[in-house]
């Protein structure tokens, strides 16, 4: 059974609105430095490894352990640009909605996605170690869609990113870094991801 709650939760048809953002990877692509698939597959692989795994996993997987509003708040406070910080707001607020519609309640303020994420990880005693791998694959899947769309990029070229970069989610995934080590240091996807928020033209709400 959890196995088929992980697979739900990892599913581009949750609810949560993840395919209308692409992280800052569409201002990237306006800048010329994603242009094709080499190029799109260096970006989501550094943003996976710099960032994602870095931080927001280990933010993932201490809410699971033991769920608070400081660790959640922190989460939130680390998101560089509006955009980002009102998409893990928007996506944590649609899941928690959902997950009440399933008896699921998140005594947590104003959750950002990792901490929603985490609360139903816990609810259906999903094993963590799967929820992290789950949570950096749907993670991947999002960027490597939004890439197809916008760079833009063939089907079978975004499955090669997918095959490339899903063989590293184990190992990303048995990362445990001490909190005083925890980072999201990418400057360039910050800087990238403010001037989205004037880009003119755009497909994506980051």
Do not use: C
């Not at 994602?52 to 997987?61: F, G, P, S, T, Y």
């Not at 699971?64 to 400081?70: G, Y």
């Not at 609810?123 to 170690?129: D, M, N, T």
């Not at 360039?188 to 880009?199: F, G, N, P, Y």
Request: proline letters at 4%; aromatic letters at 8%.
């Amino acid at each position: 059974m959890s196995l088929s709650r992980l697979l739900q939760l990892a599913s581009p048809t949750l609810p949560v609105g993840a395919y209308s953002y692409s992280q800052g990877l569409e201002a990237a692509i306006e800048a010329g430095i994603v242009k094709d698939a080499a190029s799109a597959q260096e970006w989501i692989g550094d943003v996976l490894e710099l960032s994602v795994a870095r931080l927001e996993a280990q933010v993932l997987r201490a809410q699971i352990a033991s769920p608070s509003q400081a660790l959640n708040d922190f989460f939130v406070a680390t998101r560089e640009s509006a955009e980002l910080r009102a998409e893990t707001l928007q996506m944590g607020a649609s899941l928690a909605k959902l997950l009440r519609e399933f008896s699921i309640e998140i005594a947590i303020e104003d959750p950002a996605f990792p901490t929603s994420f985490a609360a139903a990880v816990r609810h259906w005693k999903i094993e963590p170690r799967e929820a992290v791998v789950a949570y950096l694959w749907s993670w991947l899947e999002n960027q490597v869609m939004a890439a197809v769309k916008a760079v833009p990029l063939g089907q079978t070229a975004g499955q090669k990113i997918l095959l490339s970069l899903g063989e590293r989610l184990e190992a990303l995934a048995d990362l445990e870094i001490p909190e005083e080590n925890w980072s999201n240091f990418a400057p360039r996807l910050a800087i990238l991801s403010a001037r989205h928020e004037t880009q003119y033209s755009r497909l994506f709400r980051s």
